[in-house]
């Protein structure tokens, strides 16, 4: 016979769930959101107003956003015509998206155009749209994380810029330059049984007893997910700042909120050798930007060292440093890695939100190394960055 203890072990674990159900739902239907706005001509028109006011009021404004490279590039895209000049460039995944315009001087005009989960080529449509436009930027910065690199067997896709956009590779869609529409409908009208985001919150806040809090901003530029926010104190969303840098959940000045547990690792999974067409393309796309008149300085950002504990990880890791050095030595062009010297550089376990993401301060100690180590670009870079760092 069971025992009401047992029932009451029953009870929670249904419970538990539920709750996890619908949070998983509502992760989705925040990605579906979000593709939704991308596809959406007023959330666009909605966003260029909001952007627009970022611009105006840097210091005291950000815009909501849920993290991913649909949402992203749409918002590089829309924001790129607001920008009068670049001087500084930061290009990479979202492991980049610390690099700050607070490290370079007041008269250097910085922007960190970081996608998430990206192909080199999402990242260089950045630069190439602002080169279509006749701004050329003197210093990229190019961050290409190890992981990217070393996957799997090798192999890997990393699609062309020129033909073939509807290659389901572009997996959030076609290059902006193309002018190629979506030509599929979104995979996510097929599924008519999922509950709208708003009814997933619902749920959530019901089975919880949270309420809902109150989203601060003006409610006539709020368009799911894009919503215009205070910059200051803490949120419980991401926000991007008009210097094209993100701030995390809880993060108050660049301090990241401490994390519950420890690192779940994710780089080291499976036998890693490096990709060779992947660092073949990104040699063509620094071959671009070196060729248009900007100068480029690559570097691969450190993982949090649980991450190669394991001494099996060394030689993949050696193989990556080797293959982009080879592939940037020939263009003339700086390769820096600090994929292992975390400690080194004064990065410790809390400037890591998680295996690959840096704190502000860890994104200040590899500019100020850069500026040591980048025998090719140093003269340039410290002729941008502030005082502060270089005393350090």
């Given at each position: 016979?069971?025992?009401?203890?047992?029932?009451?072990?029953?009870?929670a674990?249904?419970?538990?769930?539920?709750?996890?159900?619908?949070?998983?739902?509502?992760?989705?239907?925040?990605?579906v959101?979000?593709?939704?706005?991308?596809?959406?001509?007023?959330?666009?028109?909605k966003?260029?107003?909001?952007?627009?006011?970022?611009?105006?009021?840097?210091?005291?404004?950000?815009?909501?956003?849920?993290?991913?490279?649909?949402?992203?590039?749409l918002?590089?895209?829309?924001?790129?015509?607001?920008?009068?000049?670049?001087?500084?460039?930061?290009?990479?995944?979202?492991?980049?998206?610390?690099?700050?315009?607070?490290?370079?001087?007041?008269?250097v005009?910085?922007?960190?155009?970081?996608?998430?989960?990206?192909?080199?080529?999402?990242?260089?449509?950045?630069?190439?749209?602002?080169?279509?436009?006749?701004?050329?930027?003197?210093?990229?910065?190019?961050?290409?994380?190890?992981?990217?690199i070393?996957?799997?067997?090798?192999?890997?896709?990393?699609?062309?810029?020129?033909?073939?956009?509807?290659?389901?590779?572009?997996?959030?869609?076609?290059?902006?330059?193309?002018?190629v529409?979506?030509?599929?409908?979104?995979?996510?009208?097929?599924?008519?049984?999922?509950?709208?985001?708003?009814?997933?919150?619902?749920?959530?806040?019901?089975?919880t007893?949270?309420?809902?809090?109150?989203?601060?901003?003006?409610e006539?530029?709020?368009?799911?997910p894009?919503?215009?926010?205070?910059?200051?104190?803490?949120?419980?969303?991401?926000?991007?700042?008009?210097?094209?840098s993100?701030?995390?959940?809880?993060?108050?000045?660049?301090?990241?909120?401490?994390?519950?547990?420890?690192?779940?690792?994710?780089?080291?999974?499976?036998?890693?050798?490096?990709?060779?067409?992947?660092?073949?393309?990104?040699?063509?796309?620094?071959?671009?930007?070196?060729k248009?008149?900007?100068?480029?300085?690559?570097?691969?950002?450190?993982?949090?060292?649980?991450?190669?504990?394991?001494?099996?990880?060394?030689?993949?890791?050696?193989?990556?440093?080797?293959?982009?050095?080879?592939?940037?030595?020939?263009?003339?062009?700086?390769?820096?890695?600090?994929?292992?010297?975390?400690?080194?550089?004064?990065?410790?376990?809390?400037?890591?939100?998680?295996?690959?993401?840096?704190?502000?301060?860890?994104?200040?100690?590899?500019?100020?190394?850069?500026?040591?180590?980048?025998?090719?670009?140093?003269?340039?870079?410290?002729?941008?960055?502030?005082?502060?760092?270089?005393?350090?």
């Open positions: 016979m069971e025992t009401p203890s047992f029932d009451k072990w029953k009870l674990a249904f419970v538990a769930l539920v709750v996890a159900a619908c949070g998983a739902i509502c992760g989705t239907n925040h990605y959101s979000s593709k939704e706005a991308v596809d959406d001509p007023e959330s666009r028109q966003l260029d107003v909001a952007l627009t006011s970022l611009v105006k009021q840097p210091r005291e404004l950000a815009i909501q956003l849920v993290p991913g490279p649909a949402g992203e590039r918002l590089r895209h829309q924001h790129e015509p607001h920008l009068t000049a670049v001087d500084v460039l930061v290009l990479g995944q979202s492991d980049a998206d610390h690099m700050s315009a607070e490290f370079f001087r007041d008269d005009h910085f922007y960190n155009g970081f996608i998430s989960n990206s192909y080199f080529a999402y990242q260089y449509e950045v630069y190439d749209a602002l080169s279509a436009r006749g701004i050329t930027p003197s210093l990229v910065l190019w961050d290409v994380r190890s992981g990217f070393l996957q799997g067997d090798g192999t890997g896709c990393e699609p062309p810029l020129e033909g073939a956009e509807s290659d389901p590779a572009w997996f959030a869609g076609p290059p902006f330059r193309s002018g529409a979506r030509t599929t409908a979104p995979w996510w009208t097929q599924f008519d049984s999922l509950l709208s985001l708003r009814q997933t919150e619902h749920s959530i806040e019901a089975l007893a949270k309420k809902a809090a109150t989203k601060p901003g003006d006539s530029m709020a368009v799911a894009f919503e215009l926010v205070p910059r200051a104190g803490p949120s419980p969303a991401y926000r991007w700042l008009a210097d094209g993100r701030v995390y959940p809880g993060e108050v000045d660049g301090k990241l909120p401490p994390r519950a547990a420890k690192v779940p690792l994710t780089e080291p999974l499976g036998q890693r050798k490096v990709r060779p067409l992947q660092a073949k393309r990104f040699g063509e796309y620094v071959s671009r930007i070196v248009a008149g900007s100068r480029v300085i690559a570097y691969a950002p450190p993982i949090h060292p649980d991450s190669y504990a394991d001494p099996a990880q060394k030689g993949p890791i050696e193989a990556f440093s080797a293959e982009m050095q080879s592939v940037l030595r020939e263009r003339n062009v700086d390769f820096c890695d600090f994929t292992l010297e975390a400690a080194k550089l004064g990065c410790g376990d809390q400037d890591f939100k998680d295996e690959l993401h840096l704190s502000r301060a860890c994104n200040e100690s590899i500019v100020r190394a850069l500026a040591t180590r980048a025998a090719l670009g140093r003269d340039t870079l410290r002729g941008l960055v502030t005082r502060k760092i270089l005393a350090k």
